[in-house]
């Protein structure tokens, strides 16, 4: 059975950090590359980051420089790094396998609000 939980987002001042968590369940984690997605109201979920199997990375260009994904595989984590926020960046955040579609399952996320 799938499951993803979402933590580590709150409330922070533009220029600040937060590392978000997302424990995954091992049929999901370890045979798929990951990912951070995240979702502002009214619009379409995006892809922030993603990891292979490998630990090869890839990030949006809005996020590149600021943020780190990584993964563990002893604890079945998958990590966001976030430094230098930004207003922009407030949104609903996610993780999930990289190419996870609307239809499937999804965690509740964890929500991150950067104020200016």
């Known amino acids: 059975q799938v499951q993803l939980v979402e933590s580590g987002g709150g409330l922070v001042q533009a220029g600040g950090s937060l590392r978000l968590s997302c424990a995954a369940s091992?049929?999901?984690?370890?045979?798929?590359?990951m990912a951070w997605y995240r979702q502002v109201p009214g619009k379409q979920r995006e892809l922030v980051a993603s990891i292979s199997t490998s630990g090869s990375t890839n990030y949006a260009d809005s996020v590149k420089g600021r943020f780190t994904i990584s993964r563990d595989y002893v604890k079945n984590t998958v990590y966001l790094q976030m430094h230098s926020l930004k207003p922009e960046d407030t949104a609903v955040y996610y993780c999930?396998?990289?190419?996870?579609?609307?239809?499937?399952?999804w965690g509740q996320g964890t929500q991150v609000t950067v104020s200016s």
């Open positions: 091992g049929n999901i984690f370890s045979i798929n590359a």
């Open positions: 999930n396998r990289y190419g996870a579609r609307d239809r499937d399952y």
